[in-house]
């Protein structure tokens, strides 16, 4: 046995090298001293006509320090792995293949195989796995990770994390599926498919042990056991002057665990009853099925142009069971669940269906060689027909539910038109008109901005009027009414009338991007650019009121005659976005602008600041050219991230520098430089690699090198984890946490042997 190779993977790299021996065999075509057949003149062993592909077998060694989460995020969790990959093509004047096969036996392998007769049919076959590495090495006080079904651990409280429970939040996902089109029958087509994807695994979920807020907090494994099935059907006609197909598609998903089923920790209040050993109760998300179907064609007109059309719809549908009671206490061992539900459609059941539509038309043009153009007009709209679950407890608490509907309108038009001296100018228009739903129920809101309307014109030039140069300059302005207009009122949200949302919010919006490119030599590439994108939120006073990102980037390579290549690229974004806030402690004091600004009435903002770095620099050395060639590549990835707070009343400064919440005098420690955060999200990735490329012959190779990479994260949430995985907050409760994505940080080495063998 060769340690840390899985068995799936020695069988199957031995089955496809076994099925592949004979085409291998055309490797007895390089004589002993390395001389191709090619150049003595003589004919390979075996050689079958237009088939061609490679072989490769990869084994490689991790040495990793550190946290293994983030370097294996995606990949296969192993030290030491033994990967084959198998490459087959084969092409005639009637039958063809393509054949793939990546990290065979892995949990992250691949195969693909597409093939047909031309002009008569087409089919492919797919299989893929995915592995995403949430965070791995963790603890729990729960039994039963994975399931729906978690009991606590006996002596939880007094047992110390490391004998804690341990599991890894990792979801593996498999795809497979197939389709095959019909053309025998021109210019008609069929084409007919089907998928299905599996997500298996665990990743982490959090809830309350009691009322709202309140309470101690348990971090624990959410079951993932997803299924989703695609049926997919078209049937077209395809003529040069027109195009024409109608297709359909039935999803549908299904969750095994719609609840999860978890044991209360609460040890109670003085007013919230003990819980602690009672199942308590989260609902995940629950299955669904889908229908989409549409229409699709296109018509040659005259003028040299084209008229395009896409139209479709789709039904959503979900059935769910609602909870009927939920716990507020026991009596001895005795649940009691004290709340009771009474739903408005007359049981718990829950009826989802949500209707979309989409149209889409565009007429593309080109009546003289010189214009370019065309007209589009894009339609959608989404209407939430399921039933009413508003609830109503035995106390007298009511939930009520609002539907979301909305339509949306999107006219445009682009041209572009070439000038003398190689000049392009471009541009175009685009008018989008949406709405909103809005329902006030009960103190809630769907939609508090009903219509947005966007106003979007883009001016551009492009210029190649030398061998060794060209350039391209585009700027675009947006300007967004989506003014509060709504009838909400202070009743529903205190702030309402100061605040504009910034999603769906009166925005105006500038853009601009420039881009050059320079070769003044045959050897000699450089590429330079700038983008910049500002956005203002004009109505809002309470909230985001500005947002600003600026971009450099260049990239170059150069030749040094046969023998050497150098690279490097750098990229630097900027982004800084300003929010103005109020806290107040009354409704009377809720105006920004109001006289009251004291110690619990005041104004404070924040400055949020990411600035991201990309950088490498690389060289290749040609030893022997076309030979054997040395590679050498450096890689940083840096960003880092600060908030800058300022508290814009002195009293309420004072306060918050005070242990007690009294202070009238500022505390020597405390002013508006020191409250800042200064890492939110700061990381660092440093990559060099090493490798040597030697081409032993012209249909085998061997590289071998060696990569070492450096990742830290620093983010004030997340250091300082505490050892112990539980944190006890200020009413005594005591939060149980697992250790997901804490210090990600890690250093990695990487050693590897590459063998491919080539043959056409």
């Known amino acids: 046995m060769i340690k840390g190779i899985p068995m799936k993977a020695k069988i199957a790299v031995l089955a496809i090298f076994l099925i592949l021996l004979p085409f291998c065999l055309a490797f007895a075509e390089d004589s002993t001293d390395g001389s191709s057949s090619a150049s003595s003149g003589r004919e390979p062993v075996l050689k079958i006509p237009n088939l061609s592909g490679e072989i490769t077998m990869t084994g490689q060694t991790v040495g990793l320090t550190g946290n293994p989460s983030k370097y294996n995020e995606y990949r296969d969790n192993k030290e030491n792995y033994f990967l084959g990959s198998v490459k087959l093509k084969y092409d005639d004047d009637k039958y063809w293949f393509y054949l793939k096969a990546e990290d065979i036996g892995y949990d992250t392998q ?52 490391t004998r804690w429970n341990s599991l890894d939040y990792t979801i593996d996902r498999q795809q497979e599926g197939g389709a095959i089109r019909l053309d025998a029958l021109k210019p008609f087509y069929m084409e007919f498919g089907a998928s299905r994807e599996s997500r298996n695994g665990t990743r982490p979920l959090s809830a309350t042990n009691s009322n709202g807020s309140s309470g101690p907090v348990t971090e624990f494994p959410q079951p993932i056991d997803y299924v989703t099935d695609v049926l997919r059907g078209e049937i077209g006609y395809i003529t040069k002057p027109i195009f024409a197909s109608a297709y359909v598609t039935y999803t549908d998903f299904t969750n095994s665990n719609e609840n999860l089923y978890f044991q209360n920790i609460y040890a109670g209040s003085s007013s919230i009853p003990n819980r602690v050993g009672q199942t308590d109760t989260m609902t995940l998300p629950p299955s669904n099925q889908n229908y989409n179907y549409g229409f699709k064609g296109s018509a040659a007109l005259p003028f040299n142009s084209r008229f395009s059309v896409n139209i479709n719809g789709g039904e959503t549908t979900s059935d769910a069971t609602y909870l009927t009671s939920s716990l507020i206490g026991q009596t001895n061992t005795v649940r009691n669940p004290s709340y009771t539900y009474t739903y408005a459609n007359g049981d718990n059941t829950w009826h989802g269906k949500v209707d979309t539509e989409n149209y889409n038309f565009v007429l593309n043009t080109n009546p003289i060689a010189a214009l370019d153009g065309n007209i589009f007009y894009r339609y959608r709209s989404l209407e939430n027909k399921s039933n009413d679950p508003s609830v109503t407890s035995n106390t007298g608490n009511t939930n009520n539910y609002i539907p979301v509907n909305y339509t949306k309108g999107d006219f445009g038009v682009d041209l572009s038109y070439k000038l003398p001296a190689h000049f392009v100018l471009f541009g175009g228009f685009n008018y989008v008109n949406t709405h909103n739903s809005i329902a006030l129920n009960g103190g809630h809101m769907a939609y508090d901005i009903p219509k947005t309307v966007d106003n979007i014109w883009n001016v551009g030039l492009k210029w190649a009027g030398v061998d060794f140069m060209s350039a391209k300059i585009a700027y675009e302005r947006m300007n967004r009414d989506g003014s509060n207009n709504s009838d909400i009122s202070t009743a529903t949200d205190r702030y309402a009338i100061y605040k504009n949302e910034f999603d769906t919010g009166s925005q105006n919006r500038d853009k601009l991007k420039i881009g050059v490119d320079i070769f003044p030599i045959e050897t000699l590439d450089i590429g330079l650019g700038y983008n910049y994108k500002r956005s203002a939120y004009v109505d809002t006073v309470i909230g ?58 005041y104004n404070w903002d924040l400055t949020y600041r990411d600035k991201s770095l990309d950088y490498g620099a690389g060289i290749d050395i040609y030893m022997i050219p076309k030979k054997v060639t040395l590679r050498v590549q450096y890689d940083s990835v840096r960003s880092d991230g600060s908030g800058d707070f300022t508290i814009l009343n002195q009293a309420a400064l004072n306060t918050l520098g005070s242990p007690t919440g009294t202070a009238t005098t500022i505390l020597p420690s405390q002013n508006n430089s020191n409250i800042d955060i200064p890492n939110i999200d700061v990381y660092r990735l440093n990559t060099i690699l090493a490798k040597v490329m030697w081409n032993v012959t012209h249909n085998f190779s061997v590289s071998a090198g060696y990569a070492y990479q450096h990742y830290a994260y620093d983010d004030y949430g997340y250091n300082n984890y505490p050892s112990t995985y539980t944190i006890t907050d200020n009413a005594g409760n005591v939060n149980y946490l697992s250790g997901a994505y804490s210090d990600p940080s890690y250093n990695a080495s990487l050693a590897f042997l590459t063998l491919k063998y080539s043959f056409k």
């Open 110 to 161: 691949h195969y693909k195989l597409d093939g047909g007769i031309y002009g008569i049919v087409k089919y492919n076959l797919e299989y893929k796995e995915m592995l995403h590495n949430y965070s791995l090495n963790d603890k729990t006080i729960y039994n039963g990770a994975g399931s729906n079904n978690l009991t606590t651990m006996t002596g939880y409280a007094t047992t110390p994390a």
């Open 544 to 601: 985001l009121r500005n947002s600003t990102t600026n971009e450099y980037y260049v990239d170059a390579s150069y030749a040094i005659g046969k023998y050497v290549k150098l690279n490097g690229y750098l990229a630097l974004e900027d982004l800084k976005t300003y929010q103005f806030m109020r806290t107040s402690s009354g409704t009377g004091n809720d105006d920004p602008s109001g006289a009251t600004q004291n110690a619990t009435n």
